[in-house]
């Protein structure tokens, strides 16, 4: 099969190129690094870059970054180009990555299910929710999967932001919560994608994706540390104690994060494309922080 992806310079493109390659496919890598001037609002460039495809893997996103509802309006606008691109390509199918965001950010009784109603809280999860319709409402065949964190060696955001505080030593304040977050390797990630890629069962499904074994932010920063063969530093004080401490920081956001639970039910993709996560959390975690390379 030829897959178009696009963003396939990011962390999570570099990954799937070499995956969907090991898997015998063909794949056009479609990315500004590589195509300078690349838009990704411009259907016509992007439908020129498409031809010859048999599905579209379109995972360039503005992300990691904040900002209101305007400044990920991009997200919206690429969603639409990339559909109106496929349909004038003659693609099959769009496989849109989303984000677990869509769902929310806090799970209570029970993990997040495809059957959740979307509540996205940030701007970024609304803008994902909208590309989503937007793929939704073309002609071409589509499949959504929404992952949560995303963790591998030199991986953006929260898991890097991670992985440098146990590497510098740095005291944290966590030892004492008891939550339970959802994560997905990106290894784990890839191939799920590429079974929603190429597997018939996949069309128009949405998928929520986890590995499986759900860790709390303690056992995170305990596997960080293991792989980085240093001593997570962590102490204790209590939970509302710190909340409060973040509340009157303006970290509120990044205190939930590290002290709420958000739990993913993946057995979906599991039942339906027989999706089975190759490594562990535990041990996923280890490795990507052995394989850290830091500036």
Known sequence: MRIAVTGASGFIGRELVSCAREHGHAVAQVSRSLTPGLDYEDAQALAHAFTGADVVVHLAARAHVRGDDADFERNVRSARAVTQAAQAAGV????????????GNVTHARPFTEADAPAPVEAYARSKLRAELEVRAGTVEWVIVRPPLVYGANAPGNFARLVHAVARGWPLPLAAVQNLRSLVGVRNLCELILAC??????????????????LSTPDILRCVAHGLGKPARLWSPPVPLLKAGAALAGATRIAES????????????????????????????????????FA
């Open 92 to 103: 099959r199918r769009i496989a849109l990555l989303s984000s677990i965001g869509v769902n």
């Open 197 to 214: 890629a190429t597997q018939a069962d996949a069309a128009r499904q949405l998928f929520l994706a986890a590995d499986g074994d759900d």
């Open 258 to 293: 590290l002290c709420a639970s958000l739990q993913v039910d993946a057995s979906q993709a599991r039942r339906i494309l027989g999706w089975v996560p190759a490594t562990d959390s535990h041990e996923g975690i280890r490795r990507a922080a052995a394989g850290w390379k």
